[in-house]
C-alpha cells in the first residue's frame, strides 16, 4: 500500500520559516519525481517546487529564492524548507510522487502565515 504521509505544517507569522516532510512508503522512492503543491481557499491547486529521481529541481517564481525542495533517498523523504514566510503562502500544501504511469498525493498539511 503507497502512503505519503506530510508533516511540518503550522502556523508562523510572516518572516518565519517552516520545514516540511514527506514520508513515503509502499514506492521505490528513489524512481519517482517528487512535488510540493500547494491549494489555497478558491484558487487551483499549483505546482510549488518539484525535484527529479537525480536531483534537478524547479520552483514557481513566486517561492524562488525562499523555498528548498530536497530529498533523501535513503530515507525515502521529500523535504520543502521554506523561508520568509508571506501571507500568500497560506495554503494546504501537498506532497506528490509521479512514475509513469503511477501517481500518488498526500493527505496535505496546512501552512498558515499570519501577517
Known amino acids: 500500500q503507497v502512503q505519503l504521509v506530510e508533516s511540518g505544517g503550522g502556523l508562523v507569522q510572516a518572516g518565519g520559516s517552516l520545514r516540511l516532510s514527506c514520508a513515503a512508503s509502499?514506492?521505490?522512492?528513489?524512481?519517482?519525481?517528487m512535488g510540493w503543491y500547494r491549494q489555497a481557499p478558491g484558487k487551483q491547486r499549483e505546482l510549488v517546487a518539484s525535484?527529479?529521481?537525480?536531483?534537478?529541481?524547479t520552483y514557481v517564481d513566486s517561492v524562488k529564492g525562499r523555498f528548498t525542495i530536497s530529498r533523501d533517498n535513503a530515507k525515502g523523504t521529500m523535504y520543502l524548507q521554506m523561508n520568509s514566510l508571506k501571507p500568500e503562502d497560506t495554503a494546504v500544501y501537498y506532497c506528490?510522487?509521479?512514475?509513469?504511469?503511477?501517481?500518488?498525493w498526500g493527505q496535505g498539511t496546512q501552512v498558515t502565515v499570519s501577517s
Open positions: 506528490n510522487a509521479n512514475w509513469h504511469p503511477n501517481y500518488y
Open positions: 525535484i527529479s529521481m537525480v536531483g534537478s529541481t
Open positions: 509502499g514506492i521505490t522512492f528513489r524512481l519517482y519525481a
